[in-house]
């Protein structure tokens, strides 16, 4: 606030969450009557250049959404939560675990899915589709939100040059190793925990493709999880993963 004044500084009460927090920035920021609005965490480093990148690529691409390339700080060349893909058989959208910089595209590419880290806005999509759903998703509103907006006709696009760095998630306490009390709670109504099955029910009704897949990949879901098969945890590491280059080809 002391050395860049001009900053609007947006407060909130310490418990609007990620998707309540990014709501109110993205309104503030709409009453300045901007072309785009770029959404980015706080755990984010980039380089200088990305957001010329960004825009770029969605100035070359009418009714487009630009995501980054997101990046680990720890293993700089492995990319983050970067292109999920809808897996029916594997209970939802697929996250991949083993790509990196020399792995994906070399231009910006579609996907069915941009994760929320680092997100340029064309303020007219904002204005068509609304804001993210804060009441169903606290924390993971970005599951649904580009979704709703590629089934209204937006492209969702990658810049690989746009690259960003991302702080590793921290590990959430296991499930089985919670007491039993503590453990229905976390998995039925805390819809802030990441392994929130209200939640993870939520994300893939609003996220499928269409409604009757968003049910039914749901117990799919569960029952890799019950199998310990969730190719979101240490199993996807079983799997071979083709380079994104040849899987968006």
């Known amino acids: 606030a002391e050395n860049y004044p001009e900053v609007e500084i947006v407060k909130g009460d310490g418990n609007l969450w990620f998707t309540a927090g990014t709501n109110r920035g993205i309104k503030a920021a709409l009453e300045h009557y901007p072309d785009y609005v770029l959404t980015i965490n706080d755990d984010s480093v980039f380089d200088e250049n990305f957001l010329q990148f960004m825009i770029a690529t969605a100035e070359k691409n009418p009714r487009s959404v630009v995501g980054a390339l997101l990046l680990l700080w720890d293993t700089p060349h492995k990319i983050f939560q970067v292109s999920p893909k809808w897996d029916f058989w594997a209970g939802g959208f697929r996250h991949w675990v083993q790509q990196t910089v020399w792995t994906v ?120 999880w019950a199998l310990g098969k969730n190719i979101e945890g240490n199993y996807a590491n079983q799997l071979k993963e083709k380079p994104l280059s040849e899987t968006y080809s």
């Open 105 to 224: 595209p070399k231009r910006a590419w579609e996907v069915e899915l941009i994760v929320g880290n680092c997100v340029l806005f064309p303020a007219e999509a904002i204005k068509e589709c609304g804001l993210m759903n804060e009441k169903k998703f606290p924390h993971f509103g970005d599951a649904e939100y580009t979704p709703r907006m590629r089934r209204k006709g937006w492209r969702l696009l990658i810049e690989p040059r746009a690259r960003v760095f991302c702080q590793p998630n921290n590990l959430p306490p296991r499930v089985r190793q919670m007491p039993l009390k503590k453990m229905f709670k976390t998995l039925f109504h805390d819809l802030g925990s990441a392994h929130s099955l209200r939640r993870r029910f939520l994300a893939t009704w609003y996220g499928a493709p269409n409604k009757i897949e968003g049910v039914l990949a749901f117990p799919i879901f569960c029952l890799r």
